[in-house]
């Protein structure tokens, strides 16, 4: 990767703002009270940016773990040499001797994950290998039932294979506070849960279970470390907490060609547009094999040239966009903003109903990424 001061592009890029990143970092930490660890998940390419620059960066600026989804990209980080313990969220049993043998440390979300790591782990000579407990208290996803706990417990206290590093949970609605009377249950389930476990343990694991707006909206689950994705990333979950926080990206691209479309010539394939008028069409080299979907078609999104928007029309072609610039003073190599941290890319995805964690993490890695420092 190139780094860069800011700079208009040439091309599709994607630029990422590490001052941003740390800006973003240290908000969320001033919500936390100093004893408090720090998990930054960086999972799916940390959201879409650039999976080794951000975990270096937090490294650097004090993040306490590291989060991935799968196997393979905690080792991607390991071997770009980053030491930060790292807790993989979503192991398969196929892969687990690559967490041992990476010094990665997984997420026992179920009875069979449990059993089949005690056996990797023996079989590897381990003795007290950390492993993290997720139970499952109302997002029904990955994790234990509150009946499993009395087995979890006896596995545990039987094997010397492992040791218990954290015993975690994760919120549902911990964005809205309409569901706050839920969010509240999930604390206080995850309260007994873990003070079961540790009253049968003789050390104490750390105990998390906020994500952002558990950060933000619940001080009093913090427990002994909390887990930050979007937050750190730039975006809140809300209006309000949106101000305090900065998009670390900007996607960006540049006009490579202007059509002037007579009533009823058409734009695209399957003539999905058609003028009625005399318009200026913009071609893009941007695509939805960068992470520009086709629901971004039609109208259901735009672009941003010299501060006005462009809808898009027709639709969006593997490669290419192309967008109406009617009213727009502009020419062929223009910068063309898609999102950054003014016209964000929350709002871009509003705007084709769907939400910007989707929009982010799906722009192609073969946009060529720019590190701003």
Not at 63 to 71: E, K, M, R
Not at 136 to 161: H, S
Not at 178 to 207: C, G, H, M, V, W
Not at 275 to 301: C, E, F, M, Q, W
Request: proline share 3%; aromatic share 8%.
């Amino acid at each position: 990767n190139l780094k860069i001061g800011m700079h208009n592009p040439k091309e599709t890029i994607l630029e990422i703002n590490l001052k941003h990143v740390k800006h973003n970092f240290d908000y969320l930490k001033s919500k936390l009270k100093p004893s408090i660890n720090f998990l930054a998940v960086v999972k799916a390419f940390a959201y879409g940016n650039d999976a080794i620059t951000i975990a270096k960066h937090l490294e650097k600026i004090g993040a306490d773990y590291l989060a991935v989804a799968y196997t393979q990209e905690g080792i991607t980080l390991r071997e770009a040499g980053i030491s930060l313990p790292i807790l993989v969220l979503h192991p398969q049993t196929s892969n687990l001797k690559k967490v041992i043998e990476y010094c990665l440390e997984p997420n026992i979300y179920n009875k069979k994950v449990l059993k089949e790591f005690i056996l990797v782990s023996k079989s590897e000579n381990q003795k007290n290998y950390p492993v993290h407990l997720k139970f499952n208290t109302g997002l029904n996803r990955l994790g234990f039932g509150i009946d499993d706990q009395d087995f979890v417990i006896e596995a545990i206290q039987k094997t010397q294979f492992l040791k218990i590093k954290s015993v975690f949970s994760h919120l549902a609605a911990s964005e809205d506070l309409n569901e706050k009377a839920f969010t509240l249950n999930q604390i206080e389930e995850f309260r007994l849960i873990s003070k079961n476990i540790l009253s049968n343990l003789d050390y104490k694991p750390l105990l998390h279970i906020c994500n952002t707006s558990g950060i933000l909206n619940f001080p009093e689950a913090h427990f002994d470390m909390v887990r930050s994705g979007i937050g750190v990333y730039g975006f809140g979950n809300s209006i309000e907490e949106q101000k305090n926080l900065i998009p670390i990206a900007s996607l960006k691209t540049v006009i490579s060609q202007i059509h002037n479309l007579k009533v009823g010539e058409s734009v695209g394939y399957n003539r999905a547009y058609k003028s009625n008028g005399v318009n200026r069409i913009a071609t893009l080299p941007i695509g939805h094999a960068d992470g520009i979907s086709r629901i971004y078609g039609n109208s259901k999104g735009y672009v941003v040239i010299n501060n006005q928007k462009a809808p898009v029309v027709g639709n969006v072609c593997m490669d290419m966009v192309m967008v109406d610039i009617t009213n727009i003073e502009c020419k062929e190599g223009d910068e063309v903003i898609v999102f950054n941290d003014v016209f964000t890319a929350e709002e871009l995805a509003e705007s084709a109903a769907t939400i910007s964690y989707e929009l982010i993490t799906s722009i192609s890695q073969r946009v060529k990424r720019k590190i701003v420092e």
